[in-house]
């Protein structure tokens, strides 16, 4: 059974998370068709990130995933 802060822990994350795509699809979908001047624009970095850095977020993700399986390897080969 998740206790409190367990609860508490995942609403956050899943708030977080639930604003972050909210933002993201806004920045993504929404903006190429707003006019360039409005004021919506100086909420958002330039398109050109909306391409970058969810592609640095893959890689960090994708060496977090390959180091975790190296060093699982690694431990049940040293317990054989």
Not at 34 to 54: A, G, Q, T, W
Request: net charge negative; with cysteine; glycine share 4%.
């Amino acid at each position: 059974m998740a206790t409190g802060v367990d609860q508490a822990v995942g609403m956050s994350l899943v708030v977080f998370s639930l604003l972050l795509f909210t933002y993201y699809s806004v920045w993504v979908i929404v903006l190429p068709f707003v006019e360039n001047d409005h004021v919506l624009h100086k909420y958002f970095l330039p398109r050109e990130y909306s391409v970058i850095l969810p592609g640095i977020a893959a890689v960090i993700l994708l060496l977090c995933i390959g180091q975790y399986a190296i060093c699982f390897i690694k431990e049940s080969t040293r317990l054989h």
